[in-house]
């Protein structure tokens, strides 16, 4: 066959029928490739949006235009309280001087807000007259309300935390405060009076629970009474001042209903996971920071038995169990002196000498990971815990590698086999970039092969598209394995519910 006879690259088709199959026409040119082929054959199909070369040149236009806006934005990066909220709080300083001199603070503490308010009422009417400031009924409220969150509250984070939209709130100093709102981050018109007033307020907080902020100790972990998560870091390390950050979580107990409901997994999802929570199957749930880990194990825990001493060991304990029999346990950092710190393996030691029949850990970051999967060995089934990991396959090797952070001198095979046998589920959750949270992948571990574990993927969710206003959509997909766990499920006579769920 001659040069010019030759398809043009790009052009051949897959043979399908032999000879019936027929050979393009040559380029004109009679040089291959000189041409461009209309439609670019089965093979190189052309991309959407009308001619091949038009649809590519107009995305590239529009990804650097956005690019181009990205570079050259200006971001305002102070917060501004409205017109009405400044005001109530620029007389709030100079009424609460006055305020505190009439006023016995111990006393005061003992009261509750609603009869704190009853008696503040006369005494800040009279403030206000002193100062010739008058106020109507709605401005005399808020500045009641401002004024008792300064003295029995959070001060100005009083109002963020009262409200059920917000699930983080993040302040940088005391006149940046972001907030995050379904899934995005907005900048709050929230400040502080300074520095001092931001500092009063995290003291008041890490105080709770008897942990304590200062220079000699500049971090501290905490929670507030409804089970919500705070980490303070104090300067000389903050550089902006007190940085307070707060992980909110629901009053309402979240179900796995509920978060099939908000789109978070499928019916059949939904459906597996709640046989392996009440089968006692040990699971790992694994996903970045704020991917909804703790939610996912709240969650689990609803299908716990009623019946079943429950011990949950964190190091701030914010987990709330949805279980009558349910003791939790909190690690205390060490004293000024360096001595008695208690850590999550020395309460995992003690938590099998206390009758547990699950133990669920709130997150595992090193050596207290052997603790666990011991525990998972001797009877505890049905143990739960959360870590960081961006795949199953990334947790089962980080596993390996914080047990190897410890002093266990014993071989990484070895290691392998002992998480193999203990876990047998793996959830992984992700927080997509539209703010979305969905549980992407339900893995099965089967065992060891050689030297590497062997896992079984039963469902995933697949990424299809993506909207005009950038929600993205997918679909979770069963993989039509029998599960290996089948036969945990028909201890519990669950069997045909969970093979139909992962068919």
Known sequence: ??????????????????????????????????????????????????????????????????????????????????????????????????????????????????????????????????????????????????????????????????????????????????????????????????????????????NQVGRRVDQTTPLADARLKDGSRVNVIVPPLSLRGTAISIRKFSEKPITIDMLKDFGSMSEKMATALKIAGACRMNVVISGGTGSGKTTMLNALSKMIDPGERVLTIEDAAELRLQQPHWLPLETRPPNLEGQGAITIGDLVKNALRMRPDRIILGEIRGAECFDLLAAMNTGHDGSMCTLHANSPRECLGRMENMILMGDIKIPKEAISRQIAESVDLIVQVKRLRDGSRRTTNITEVIGMEGDVIVTQELFKFEYLDETDDGKILGEFRASGLRPYTLEKARQFGFDQAYLEACL
């Open 1 to 206: 066959m001659g040069q010019g006879s030759r398809p043009a690259f790009g052009v051949a088709k897959p043979l399908k029928g032999g000879a019936q199959e027929k050979a393009p026409p040559p380029p004109a040119s009679g040089n291959p490739g000189s041409a461009p082929i209309p439609g670019g054959g089965d093979q190189f199909p052309p991309l959407p949006g009308g001619d091949g070369a038009a649809a590519p040149q107009n995305l590239r236009e529009d990804a650097m235009t956005r690019l181009a806006d990205r570079a050259n934005a200006v971001h305002d990066s102070q917060s501004e309280q409205g017109g009405f909220e400044a005001s109530i709080h620029k007389i709030k300083e100079q009424v609460l001087p006055r305020l505190l001199e009439r006023v016995d603070p111990e006393a005061a503490a003992t009261l509750t807000k609603d009869e704190l308010s009853e008696e503040f009422r006369p005494i800040i009417m009279e403030v206000l007259a002193e100062l010739k400031i008058t106020f109507n009924r709605r401005e005399q409220f808020a500045l009641e309300k401002v004024l008792i969150d300064e003295l029995l509250g959070f001060g100005p984070l009083e109002e963020l935390l009262n409200d059920p939209d917000v699930s983080d709130i993040m302040v940088n100093g005391p006149n940046q405060t972001y907030i995050e709102k379904k899934g995005k981050l907005q900048l709050a018109p929230t400040k502080f009076r300074d520095e001092q007033h931001l500092f009063q307020i995290a003291q008041r907080i890490v």
